[in-house]
C-alpha cells in the first residue's frame, strides 16, 4: 500500500529517538518526548490550494523538523506515519 499526499500535504516519517543521553543515561520508554524530526517519504502535487498558489519547497529524502502538535498520525502496515501542511514544516536539515 502506499500514501500519495494531495495539495499542500507532505507524509513525514518520525526518527527514532535517542535512548540515551549525551551523559549516558538511559531514558526508559515513557520519559522519551518524540522527537520533531522526521524524513519526507511522500510530496503531494502542490498547485492552487485555497485560492493560493503554493510551491512544494520540500523533496523525497529530506531530513526536516515540524510543528510539535502539527499534523494527522496514521499507521499503515506496520509503519507509523504524519501527515502535514508543508507550511507545518519549520526547516530542513542539510
Do not use: F, H
Request: glycine share 10%; aromatic share 4%; no cysteine.
Amino acid at each position: 500500500m502506499k500514501l500519495t499526499p494531495l495539495g499542500d500535504r507532505v507524509v513525514l516519517k518520525q526518527l527514532v529517538a535517542e535512548e540515551t543521553t549525551k551523559s549516558g543515561i538511559v531514558l526508559p520508554g515513557q520519559s522519551k518526548e518524540k522527537p520533531q524530526q522526521a524524513e519526507v517519504i511522500a510530496v503531494g502535487p502542490g498547485g492552487v490550494v485555497d485560492g493560493k498558489e503554493v510551491k512544494m519547497e520540500v523533496k523525497v529524502g529530506d531530513q526536516v523538523i515540524y510543528s510539535k502538535y502539527a499534523g494527522t498520525e496514521v499507521k499503515l502496515e506496520e509503519d507509523e506515519y504524519i501527515i502535514v501542511k508543508q507550511n507545518d514544516i519549520l526547516a530542513v536539515i542539510e
